[in-house]
């Protein structure tokens, strides 16, 4: 992948710092990052989204099976463990390829009977550029997500 950023030469300050300033306005401005998120993920390097499961229902852990990999639900790929589960969140083109769109991948989440805040959470990973979720009791709490104490009680 090859990819070229023209800064006019009345752009480009002379001290090294304002340089770097300046290619990095560039680069964001040109959506760049989303190309080096890409080259990331190439050289197997991951962003992990740590969720509390206070975030989700207890029922919608139980969904998530007990056998690694083999949930209740086909819709998602997940790793039970005795503190929570690993997730795998689908990129926009993995739901494209496997569904028809993102809506008809969450109504399938749904109608297996993960809760709105699992499906939330989900949301959430893949915004943040997530591949997975490390669900644990004491994970992170996020203050953009639901809590549910209530029914972890």
């Known amino acids: 992948m090859k990819f070229t950023a ?35 993920e ?3 390097i991951h962003q992990i989204l740590d969720c509390s499961t206070v975030h989700v229902r207890p029922a919608d852990m ?3 099976g007990e056998v690694p990999g083999q949930g209740r639900s086909t819709e998602v790929l997940a790793y039970p463990n005795e503190y929570g589960a690993f997730v795998y969140v689908p990129s926009p083109p993995e739901i494209a390829e496997d569904f028809k769109n993102k809506e008809e ?12 805040s699992f499906v939330k959470v989900l949301e959430f990973a893949a915004s943040k550029n997530c591949i997975w979720i490390k669900f644990d009791g004491d994970g ?12 972890w009680r």
């Open 42 to 44: 190439r050289a197997g």
């Open 105 to 116: 991948y969450l109504a399938n989440l749904r109608s297996d009977g993960f809760s709105e």
């Open 62 to 64: 139980d969904l998530l």
């Open 6 to 40: 023209e800064i006019p030469d009345d752009f480009v300050p002379k001290d090294p710092v304002g340089v770097v300033y300046a290619l990095r306005d560039a680069l964001e401005f040109a959506e760049i990052p989303t190309v080096i998120e890409e080259l990331i």
């Open 140 to 151: 992170h709490i996020w203050e953009e997500l639901d809590k549910r104490e209530e029914d």
